[in-house]
């Protein structure tokens, strides 16, 4: 195999459409991501593939090439962990099965919050809290505006010391799977299972060789080596992670909305030399070609 010329590639594996927590519905992150040049776009939203099918279409007509691609929520030693699944096969059954699952645990999540928040005397929290994320499930700084705006506490801040935050009513952890089932799922429907923004969890060096080394044990074949909003120390860090478990490297922005210019689609740090990129390995590999 000869390894083409990237330069002429933008690729982005990592973004958030209306479909989850985005700001942009799928049509228009897509012609946003056409406009920063981006020519290979994964769309990952949260626990969900309902984005893909608006967001296969705009590719089409910029002239995008789409990845299938979602971001899901799991348990690794009472960590809250992010997987994010590539190049999958979008109808596979159990995949799917395992969305509806996925959303039925977020919505548990907030009527629990809501239950414990219900005996303090603050009423109908799940169908105010709704409204805030859009008719989306909603999360807790969805919670902390709703006490914001009935005047409960003054400030998010406040919501979250009193009402929302480590130890308070509110805090509430999710209902999330095990990182190997996650893992299993996207293995499952032929994709590619890749641990999202290593740096993010605030685990020492040492958790996070523990946790990557699981993950692979797994079945997860890639991390993201460069994602938005990390030091070109941390960049290194996860070069030398991803070339000691022997893993592929992925990158992508994590972008969820405009105006934040730390975090715009196509924006990312170069990675690093030798390592091996994911897209190499896509069902139709990115950048490769076979030899005649
Ligand atoms: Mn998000
Ligand atoms: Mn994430
Ligand atoms: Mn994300």
Not at 52 to 81: F, K, P, Q
Not at 163 to 186: H, Q, R
Not at 228 to 247: K, M, T, V
Not at 282 to 287: E, L, N, Q
Request: aromatic share 6%; charged share 25%.
């Amino acid at each position: 195999m000869t390894i083409t010329q990237e330069a002429e590639f933008c690729i982005d594996l990592h973004c958030h459409s209306t479909a989850s927590d985005g700001a942009l519905p799928p049509e228009e992150l897509v012609q946003r991501a056409r406009e920063k040049g981006v020519t290979h776009l994964a769309l990952t939203d949260h626990d969900t593939i309902a984005g893909l099918g608006d967001a296969e279409t705009a590719a089409a007509a910029v002239g995008i090439s789409l990845v299938a691609g979602t971001e899901l929520s799991c348990v690794w030693r009472s960590h809250t962990i992010h997987i994010v699944g590539l190049d999958f096969d979008t109808a596979n059954p159990g995949l799917n099965a395992a969305l509806v699952r996925q959303n039925d645990n977020r919505w548990r999540r907030a009527r629990t919050i809501a239950e414990k928040l219900g005996k303090l005397k603050i009423e109908d929290m799940v169908e105010k809290a709704t409204i805030k994320a859009g008719g989306d499930v909603p999360g807790r700084p969805h919670f902390a505006r709703v006490l914001v705006d009935e005047g409960v506490v003054k400030d998010s801040a406040q919501a979250f010391k009193r009402y929302l935050g480590t130890g308070k009513a509110g805090d509430v952890k999710g209902f999330w799977p095990s990182l190997e089932e996650v893992v299993k799922w996207i293995t499952d429907a032929g994709g590619i299972a890749v641990l999202a923004h290593p740096r993010k969890y605030k685990l020492t060096a040492t958790r996070l060789r523990s946790l990557t080394s699981d993950f692979r044990q797994a079945g997860g074949r890639a991390i993201e080596v460069s994602t938005s909003g990390q030091s070109s120390g941390d960049l290194g860090f996860l070069a030398e992670l991803c070339r000691r478990e022997n893993l592929l490297a992925s990158q992508g922005s994590d972008f969820h909305f405009p105006g934040a210019p730390w975090c715009e689609l196509g924006s990312i740090m170069k990675m690093p030399d030798g390592l091996e990129p994911v897209w190499h390995h896509f069902r139709k590999p990115v950048g490769v070609t076979a030899p005649v």
